[in-house]
């Protein structure tokens, strides 16, 4: 069983930043991409961020230019570097793995940090 866990969240103003960062045990994985994803209140979960195992990154128009993932796919570790928090940013942040292209091929999540921003 693969289990992926994320730290890093919290209460911070608008314009801080915070760093969320999610590490995989468990089984032996193989990962092919790993991202972050969020979910407000009455929102569905939004993917935010994705790196692949080649390095390879792409983010929503939403936080480009103000967050960065970086980690090593290969050891399960990701990371989220979170500029110029804006109110709009709350939400709970999930880690997610993916294994594979195929539909079938498991992915995994984490039970989410929450992240709050003031005005």
């Known amino acids: 069983q693969v289990q992926l866990v994320e730290s890093g969240g919290g209460l911070v103003q608008s314009g801080e930043s915070l760093r969320l960062s999610c590490r995989a045990s468990?089984?032996?994985?193989?990962?092919?991409?790993m991202g972050w994803y969020r979910q407000s209140p009455g929102n569905e979960r939004e993917l935010i961020a994705r790196m692949t195992s080649r390095g390879s990154t792409n983010y929503a128009s939403s936080v480009k230019d103000r967050f960065t993932i970086t980690g090593d796919i290969a050891k399960g570790t990701v990371y989220l570097q979170m500029n110029s928090l804006k109110p709009d940013d709350t939400a709970v942040y999930y880690c997610?793995?993916?294994?594979?292209?195929?539909?079938?091929?498991?992915?995994?999540w984490g039970l989410g940090t929450q992240v709050t921003v003031s005005s």
């Open positions: 997610n793995g993916q294994t594979g292209v195929a539909v079938e091929s498991p992915v995994y």
């Open positions: 468990g089984s032996i994985f193989r990962f092919i991409s």
